[in-house]
């Protein structure tokens, strides 16, 4: 289990965050416009959307949008502590299994933040993910 509390104050900055990317989405098949924010070992914040494509499979999520650019900001030694995940229809919305995947290569200790059937949760990504991948 991770001892990973977030205040009250990172929370609602991480939820500001993931909805302002949110707005930014390229969403023009699903019309489902998605955020996500994360919080880094060391206190910063970046966020993504999602990006879609007409080959529908190259669709990126906003959760990988979100990590791939953490990494292009401050290079390979990231470290996630957190990630907050909204849409525009705020709908029940946990995030996919490859990110998933992609959020576990960056903790295994995260705290996952979405929108689930009775509003939001917060979850441990070994919750989500039990049983990640990682290659020895
Ligand atoms: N999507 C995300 O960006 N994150 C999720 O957690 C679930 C799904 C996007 C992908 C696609 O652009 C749209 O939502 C519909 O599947």
Do not use: W
């Not at 990317?21 to 919080?39: I, T």
């Amino acid at each position: 289990m991770s001892n990973n509390t977030l205040s009250q104050k990172q929370r609602q900055r991480l939820l500001e965050s993931a909805r302002a990317a949110m707005r930014q989405a390229y969403a023009p098949y699903s019309n489902f416009k998605v955020g996500a924010a994360l919080l880094t070992s060391e206190g910063q914040i970046f966020s993504g959307c999602n990006v879609e494509n007409a080959s529908y499979g190259l669709t990126n999520c906003a959760e990988r949008t979100a990590i791939f650019s953490a990494v292009a900001h401050n290079g390979p030694g990231l470290t996630i502590r957190a990630i907050t995940v909204v849409n525009d229809r705020e709908m029940p919305c946990s995030p996919c299994g490859a990110c998933r995947q992609v959020i576990y290569q960056f903790g295994s200790e995260v705290t996952v933040i979405f929108l689930g059937a009775n509003g939001f949760k917060e979850l441990p990504i070994s919750e989500l993910l039990p049983e990640g991948f990682r290659l020895q």
